[in-house]
C-alpha cells in the first residue's frame, strides 16, 4: 500500500518517557486479546497461541511507527470485512483514530491502539466466500502496515528486524525439509495400509480367516511404519508451521488410527475365526458368544474413538486430494461405528433372546411372495420353537389355514381403531395368512402374537419371518434338507424356485399335499438351522446379511430393549418416513387368492424436483406393472381362483410417500383413490387388475415439503417380490441448484439419475450447490 498522495505527519521516532509506557501496555493488550482469538493458523493450539499473541504485540508496534495511508488502510479494510458482525464496532474505532491521528498530531500509542483494534477484528472476521478468504483480507490489510512500520524504523532496528526474519526463515526451511522426507516416507505406507486393510474388510465373507488375519496384519505393520516415520523429534516443530502443520498432523492421526484398528480387526478376526461352530445338536454355544462382547466392546470404542479424531483433522487448510481422503475415511468410520456399537448391543442382547434368563418361545412364519402381502407373501405354515438357556427345540408346525377355525371362534382384537380402518378389510381375526397385511413387520408381528394366541392358546415372546429368498440363505449355511411330502430333497438353488413355482404344478390335484410341503420344508429347514454345525459368527452374518437387506428374513421380540438393539441392525423391518426425509414405496397385496404373483415385474421411475431453499418437492412417480402370466395352462391355484378370466392380476396397490397426492392416471385416466395417514406419511390404495399378458402405466403426481437445505434425502423401501421391483430415480433442482454429490446417484448434468438396490430400505442423499 502506497503513502504516495497523502499529506503525512513525520512519524514520531524519539522515544518519551511519557508515550513508551503506553505503546507497551498497548502492544501488551493488543498481544493478550490476540491469545484469545479462536484461530487456528497451526496443528498445536499452543503454537497458535504464541503465533496470535506475537502477531498481536508486532502489528500494534508497527502501527505506532506506520505511516497514516496504512494505518488508515488497515482500518477502513477491517471494518468493512467485519461488517455486519459486532466487531465492526471495534474495527470502526480503529479506523476512526486512524483518521484522527491523521489529522492531528495524536500521541503514537493512538496510532498504536488504533492499528490493535483493527486487527482483533480482522482475526474475528465473520465466514465470507470460500475458505482462505478471511485470512487473505487479514494479510492484505496488515502487509502494507508492517512494511509502512519496519521503513519508519531507524536503521539499526531494521537490521535487527531483517536478521530476525532471515533467522525464521532459515529455520522454516530446516523444518519444511524434515518434515517433508518424513511425509514423504510415510505417504506410501498409509495408501499401502489403508487399501490392504480395505480389502481385507470387503473380502472377509469369502476369504479364508488365515488370509485376512495376514492382510490385516500386513495393514497393521504399514500403519505401524509410517506412524514410526512420523514420530522423530525433528518431525514435531513442523506442527507449528501453518498448513505444513496441518498434514503432517492427518498423516499422524491417520497412522495411528490405522495402526489400531487393523491391530483390533486382526485378533477380532483371529478370535472369529470360524473353526468353532456357534450351533450344534440344537444348542447355541452361549459361551462362545460372551467370549466375543469384549471384542465387540473394544472394537466399538475404538472406531468411536478414530471417527473423532479424524473428524477433528477437518480444516480447509488440507490440500483437495488430502481433504478427499480424509472425507472418505470419515465417511467410513461415520459407517462402520454405529454398525460395530450395534454389534456389541446385540451380543449383550444374546443371553435374553437366547433364554438364559428364561424359556423364551418364537413364532416362525413361512411366507410366499408367489401371492403377495404388503409385507412380502402370504403365511403359508408356521413352526414354534422355545429356546432355554441356548437349547433349541421344535415345539410344533402347522399349515396357517388350520390355525383359521378356531382364531375365527376366538374372533380375537387385531389392532387398534386406525389399523381395523385400514387393515380390517383383510380380516385377520378369521385369516391368519394375512397377517403379513400390512408393510411393517412390527404390526404384522403384532397381529401374528395375538392371533396365535387366540387360535392356539400360546403366548410369544418374537416372531421370525422366512419367505423362499430366506429359506435359501439359511440352506446355504445348513446345507440341503430332505422334504418327504415333496419326494425330493432342496438346497439354496431349487427351493425358491420349488416353493413360488414348481409345488403348485406338482400338486395340482392335491392340495392337502401342496400344504403338507410346507410345513415340511419349514420343519426340515429349522431342524437343520439347529440340529446341524453351524459356522462361525462371521460366516453366519455375511450369509444371511443379503437377505436381511432384501426383507427375506427379519425378526422380532417383544422384550423393548431388545427390540430396541434388533431394531438397529435392520432385521426387524421398520417401515415409513424418517422425519424431515422424502418417502417411496409401491406395495401390493393379491386379491385373486391364487400365486399369480410369480409373473408379476414392476418398474418405477421417480422424478423429484426439490428447492434447497424451502425444502419443497414435486414429484411424478411412474409406475409400469406388467402380467407375464398365461391365460391357460397352468393349474387354477396359479392362475384362476379369483382371477377373471384366467390369467389376469387382480391386487390392491399402494404406494407409501411423504408428499400429499395431486393425481393419479392409470393408463391416462383419473382415478380416485383411498388415501390413509400411516407410518409418519401417506398411503394410496385402489384396485388394480392387470389382464395376462398386458402392462399398465400408472402416473402419480405428488408435492409436499421436507427439511430445506442443500441436502435432499428420500428413503426408498422395496417390498420382497418373487421379481425384485426396478426403482429408478432422478433428483433436480431446476435452474437456481444442481446437484453436486449423491451417495447412491450418479450425477449428470447437474442432475442424480440412476437405479438404487431392491431391498428393504434404501437411503439416498443427493447435495445441491447454486449454479
Same mark, same amino acid.
Given at each position: 500500500?502506497?503513502?504516495?498522495?497523502?499529506?503525512?505527519?513525520?512519524?514520531?521516532?524519539?522515544?518519551?518517557?511519557?508515550?513508551?509506557?503506553?505503546?507497551?501496555?498497548?502492544?501488551?493488550?493488543?498481544?493478550?486479546?490476540?491469545?484469545?482469538?479462536?484461530?487456528?493458523?497451526?496443528?498445536?493450539?499452543?503454537? =497458535?497461541?504464541?503465533?496470535?499473541?506475537?502477531?498481536?504485540?508486532?502489528?500494534?508496534?508497527?502501527?505506532?511507527?506506520?505511516?497514516?495511508?496504512?494505518?488508515?488502510?488497515?482500518?477502513?479494510?477491517?471494518?468493512?470485512?467485519?461488517?455486519?458482525?459486532?466487531?465492526?464496532?471495534?474495527?470502526?474505532?480503529?479506523?476512526?483514530?486512524?483518521?484522527?491521528?491523521?489529522?492531528?498530531?495524536?500521541?503514537?500509542?493512538?496510532?498504536?491502539?488504533?492499528?490493535?483494534?483493527?486487527?482483533?477484528?480482522?482475526?474475528?472476521?465473520?465466514?465470507?466466500?470460500?475458505?482462505?478468504?478471511?485470512?487473505?483480507?487479514?494479510?492484505?490489510?496488515?502487509?502494507?502496515?508492517?512494511?509502512?512500520?519496519?521503513?519508519?524504523?531507524?536503521?539499526?532496528?531494521?537490521? &535487527?528486524?531483517?536478521?530476525?526474519?532471515?533467522?525464521?526463515?532459515?529455520?522454516?526451511?530446516?523444518?519444511?525439509?524434515?518434515?517433508?522426507?518424513?511425509?514423504?516416507?510415510?505417504?506410501?505406507?498409509?495408501?499401502?495400509?489403508?487399501?490392504?486393510?480395505?480389502?481385507?474388510?470387503?473380502?472377509?465373507?469369502?476369504?479364508?480367516?488365515?488370509?485376512? /488375519?495376514?492382510?490385516?496384519?500386513?495393514?497393521?505393520?504399514?500403519?505401524?511404519?509410517?506412524?514410526?516415520?512420523?514420530?522423530?523429534?525433528?518431525?514435531?516443530?513442523?506442527?507449528?508451521?501453518?498448513?505444513?502443520?496441518?498434514?503432517?498432523?492427518?498423516?499422524?492421526?491417520?497412522?495411528?488410527?490405522?495402526?489400531?484398528?487393523?491391530?483390533?480387526?486382526?485378533?477380532?478376526?483371529?478370535?472369529?475365526?470360524?473353526?468353532?461352530?456357534? /450351533?450344534?445338536?440344537?444348542?447355541?454355544?452361549?459361551?462362545?458368544?460372551?467370549?466375543?462382547?469384549?471384542?465387540?466392546?473394544?472394537?466399538?470404542?475404538?472406531?468411536?474413538?478414530?471417527?473423532?479424531?479424524?473428524?477433528?483433522?477437518?480444516?480447509?487448510?488440507?490440500?483437495?486430494?488430502? &481433504?478427499?481422503?480424509?472425507?472418505?475415511?470419515?465417511?467410513?468410520?461415520?459407517?462402520?461405528?454405529?454398525?460395530?456399537?450395534?454389534?456389541?448391543?446385540?451380543?449383550?442382547?444374546?443371553?435374553?433372546?437366547?433364554?438364559?434368563?428364561?424359556? &423364551?418361545?418364537?413364532?416362525?412364519?413361512?411366507?410366499?411372495?408367489?401371492?403377495?402381502?404388503?409385507?412380502?407373501?402370504?403365511?403359508?405354515?408356521?413352526?414354534?420353537?422355545?429356546?432355554?438357556?441356548?437349547?433349541?427345540?421344535?415345539?410344533?408346525?402347522?399349515?396357517?389355514?388350520?390355525?383359521?377355525?378356531?382364531?375365527?371362534?376366538?374372533?380375537?382384537?387385531?389392532?387398534?381403531?386406525?389399523?381395523?380402518?385400514?387393515?380390517?378389510?383383510?380380516?385377520?381375526?378369521?385369516?391368519?395368512?394375512?397377517?403379513?397385511?400390512?408393510?411393517?413387520?412390527?404390526?404384522?408381528?403384532?397381529?401374528?402374537? =395375538?392371533?396365535?394366541?387366540?387360535?392356539?392358546?400360546?403366548?410369544? =415372546?418374537?416372531?421370525?419371518?422366512?419367505?423362499?429368498?430366506?429359506?435359501?440363505?439359511?440352506?446355504?449355511?445348513?446345507?440341503?434338507?430332505?422334504?418327504?411330502?415333496?419326494?425330493?430333497?432342496?438346497?439354496?438353488?431349487?427351493?425358491?424356485?420349488?416353493?413360488?413355482?414348481?409345488?403348485?404344478?406338482?400338486?395340482?390335484?392335491?392340495?392337502?399335499?401342496?400344504?403338507?410341503?410346507?410345513?415340511?420344508?419349514?420343519?426340515?429347514?429349522?431342524?437343520?438351522?439347529?440340529?446341524?454345525?453351524?459356522?462361525?459368527?462371521?460366516?453366519?452374518?455375511?450369509?444371511?446379511?443379503?437377505?436381511?437387506?432384501?426383507?427375506?428374513?427379519?425378526?422380532?421380540?417383544?422384550?423393548?430393549?431388545?427390540?430396541?438393539?434388533?431394531?438397529?441392525?435392520?432385521?426387524?423391518?421398520?417401515?415409513?418416513?424418517?422425519?424431515?426425509?422424502? *418417502?417411496?414405496?409401491?406395495?401390493?397385496?393379491?386379491?385373486?387368492?391364487?400365486?399369480?404373483?410369480?409373473?408379476?415385474?414392476?418398474?418405477?421411475?421417480?422424478?423429484?424436483?426439490?428447492?434447497?431453499?424451502?425444502?419443497?418437492?414435486?414429484?411424478?412417480?411412474?409406475?409400469?406393472? &406388467?402380467?407375464?402370466?398365461?391365460?391357460?395352462?397352468?393349474?387354477?391355484?396359479?392362475?384362476?381362483?379369483?382371477?377373471?378370466?384366467?390369467?389376469?392380476?387382480?391386487?390392491?396397490?399402494?404406494?407409501?410417500?411423504?408428499?400429499?397426492?395431486?393425481?393419479?392416471?392409470?393408463?391416462?385416466?383419473?382415478?380416485?383413490?383411498?388415501?390413509?395417514?400411516?407410518?409418519?406419511?401417506?398411503?394410496?390404495?385402489?384396485?388394480?387388475?392387470?389382464?395376462?399378458?398386458?402392462?399398465?402405466?400408472?402416473?402419480?403426481?405428488?408435492?409436499?415439503?421436507?427439511?430445506?437445505?442443500?441436502?435432499?434425502?428420500?428413503?426408498?423401501?422395496?417390498?420382497?417380490?418373487?421379481?425384485?421391483?426396478?426403482?429408478?430415480?432422478?433428483?433436480?433442482?431446476?435452474?437456481?441448484?444442481?446437484?453436486?454429490?449423491?451417495?447412491?446417484? =450418479?450425477?449428470?448434468?447437474?442432475?442424480?439419475?440412476?437405479?438404487?438396490?431392491?431391498?428393504?430400505?434404501?437411503?439416498?442423499?443427493?447435495? *445441491?450447490?447454486?449454479?
Amino acid at each position: 500500500m502506497s503513502d504516495a498522495g497523502v499529506v503525512r505527519r513525520p512519524p514520531v521516532t524519539r522515544k518519551s518517557t511519557n508515550t513508551t509506557p503506553a505503546i507497551a501496555a498497548v502492544v501488551v493488550l493488543s498481544a493478550a486479546a490476540a491469545f484469545l482469538a479462536s484461530s487456528s493458523p497451526t496443528a498445536s493450539r499452543w503454537v =497458535d497461541f504464541l503465533l496470535l499473541a506475537v502477531a498481536g504485540a508486532i502489528v500494534a508496534l508497527a502501527a505506532s511507527r506506520a505511516g497514516d495511508a496504512s494505518l488508515i488502510w488497515i482500518g477502513a479494510v477491517a471494518t468493512l470485512a467485519a461488517a455486519p458482525s459486532w466487531w465492526t464496532i471495534l474495527a470502526g474505532a480503529g479506523f476512526a483514530l486512524a483518521l484522527l491521528s491523521a489529522a492531528f498530531r495524536a500521541p503514537v500509542w493512538v496510532r498504536a491502539l488504533a492499528g490493535a483494534l483493527a486487527f482483533q477484528a480482522l482475526l474475528r472476521l465473520p465466514p465470507v466466500g470460500p475458505f482462505g478468504a478471511c485470512s487473505a483480507i487479514a494479510v492484505a490489510a496488515c502487509l502494507p502496515l508492517l512494511i509502512s512500520g519496519y521503513r519508519h524504523c531507524t536503521s539499526i532496528n531494521r537490521r &535487527r528486524w531483517g536478521i530476525s526474519i532471515a533467522a525464521i526463515l532459515v529455520v522454516l526451511v530446516i523444518i519444511c525439509s524434515a518434515a517433508g522426507i518424513a511425509t514423504l516416507r510415510a505417504a506410501p505406507q498409509l495408501t499401502q495400509g489403508a487399501d490392504l486393510a480395505r480389502n481385507a474388510v470387503q473380502k472377509a465373507p469369502t476369504d479364508e480367516a488365515a488370509v485376512t /488375519v495376514e492382510k490385516l496384519r500386513n495393514a497393521e505393520r504399514l500403519f505401524s511404519q509410517a506412524q514410526n516415520s512420523l514420530q522423530p523429534w525433528w518431525v514435531k516443530p513442523s506442527l507449528g508451521v501453518p498448513i505444513l502443520g496441518q498434514h503432517v498432523r492427518a498423516a499422524t492421526v491417520a497412522a495411528t488410527a490405522g495402526e489400531s484398528l487393523s491391530s483390533t480387526a486382526a485378533a477380532t478376526a483371529e478370535k472369529i475365526d470360524g473353526s468353532q461352530s456357534l /450351533v450344534s445338536n440344537g444348542q447355541v454355544d452361549i459361551s462362545l458368544l460372551s467370549s466375543y462382547r469384549p471384542i465387540a466392546e473394544q472394537a466399538a470404542q475404538e472406531l468411536q474413538t478414530a471417527k473423532r479424531e479424524v473428524s477433528n483433522l477437518a480444516s480447509g487448510w488440507l490440500l483437495p486430494p488430502v &481433504r478427499q481422503q480424509l472425507t472418505n475415511l470419515t465417511d467410513e468410520l461415520s459407517s462402520a461405528a454405529p454398525a460395530a456399537a450395534t454389534t456389541a448391543k446385540v451380543l449383550r442382547s444374546t443371553d435374553g433372546i437366547l433364554g438364559v434368563n428364561g424359556p &423364551r418361545t418364537y413364532l416362525v412364519l413361512a411366507t410366499n411372495p408367489a401371492e403377495t402381502r404388503e409385507l412380502g407373501g402370504f403365511v403359508g405354515g408356521y413352526v414354534l420353537i422355545t429356546v432355554t438357556n441356548g437349547r433349541v427345540e421344535l415345539l410344533q408346525s402347522g399349515k396357517a389355514s388350520e390355525l383359521n377355525e378356531a382364531l375365527s371362534a376366538a374372533a380375537p382384537k387385531i389392532g387398534d381403531a386406525q389399523f381395523s380402518n385400514i387393515y380390517g378389510r383383510y380380516q385377520m381375526d378369521r385369516y391368519f395368512n394375512n397377517v403379513t397385511a400390512p408393510a411393517d413387520f412390527s404390526l404384522a408381528a403384532t397381529a401374528a402374537r =395375538d392371533g396365535f394366541a387366540a387360535a392356539a392358546g400360546t403366548q410369544v =415372546d418374537g416372531v421370525i419371518l422366512a419367505d423362499p429368498a430366506g429359506v435359501a440363505a439359511l440352506l446355504e449355511l445348513t446345507g440341503a434338507v430332505d422334504v418327504p411330502a415333496a419326494e425330493r430333497t432342496l438346497d439354496a438353488k431349487t427351493v425358491e424356485q420349488y416353493l413360488q413355482a414348481d409345488q403348485y404344478v406338482q400338486f395340482e390335484q392335491d392340495s392337502s399335499g401342496r400344504t403338507d410341503v410346507l410345513v415340511d420344508v419349514a420343519r426340515a429347514v429349522t431342524e437343520a438351522l439347529f440340529n446341524r454345525p453351524l459356522p462361525g459368527p462371521a460366516k453366519i452374518v455375511s450369509t444371511l446379511a443379503p437377505a436381511v437387506r432384501g426383507g427375506h428374513l427379519m425378526l422380532i421380540s417383544f422384550d423393548p430393549q431388545e427390540q430396541q438393539t434388533l431394531a438397529a441392525t435392520g432385521v426387524s423391518g421398520a417401515f415409513g418416513t424418517t422425519p424431515g426425509h422424502d *418417502f417411496l414405496s409401491v406395495r401390493g397385496f393379491n386379491a385373486n387368492a391364487n400365486k399369480i404373483d410369480s409373473f408379476l415385474h414392476r418398474s418405477i421411475n421417480y422424478s423429484a424436483e426439490f428447492d434447497p431453499r424451502t425444502g419443497a418437492v414435486q414429484a411424478t412417480a411412474q409406475v409400469v406393472i &406388467r402380467n407375464d402370466a398365461p391365460s391357460s395352462g397352468l393349474p387354477p391355484i396359479v392362475i384362476g381362483n379369483g382371477s377373471v378370466p384366467a390369467g389376469n392380476n387382480k391386487m390392491v396397490l399402494a404406494v407409501h410417500s411423504a408428499l400429499e397426492l395431486k393425481g393419479l392416471l392409470v393408463d391416462g385416466v383419473a382415478t380416485p383413490v383411498e388415501t390413509h395417514e400411516e407410518f409418519g406419511g401417506y398411503s394410496y390404495r385402489f384396485i388394480l387388475e392387470v389382464p395376462a399378458g398386458a402392462t399398465m402405466n400408472l402416473s402419480y403426481q405428488l408435492a409436499g415439503r421436507i427439511n430445506p437445505g442443500p441436502e435432499y434425502r428420500l428413503d426408498v423401501s422395496a417390498q420382497p417380490m418373487v421379481n425384485p421391483d426396478r426403482y429408478s430415480l432422478t433428483v433436480s433442482d431446476g435452474e437456481q441448484f444442481q446437484a453436486s454429490t449423491s451417495n447412491q446417484l =450418479d450425477i449428470l448434468k447437474g442432475e442424480a439419475t440412476g437405479v438404487v438396490p431392491s431391498q428393504w430400505r434404501t437411503p439416498v442423499e443427493v447435495t *445441491f450447490r447454486p449454479n
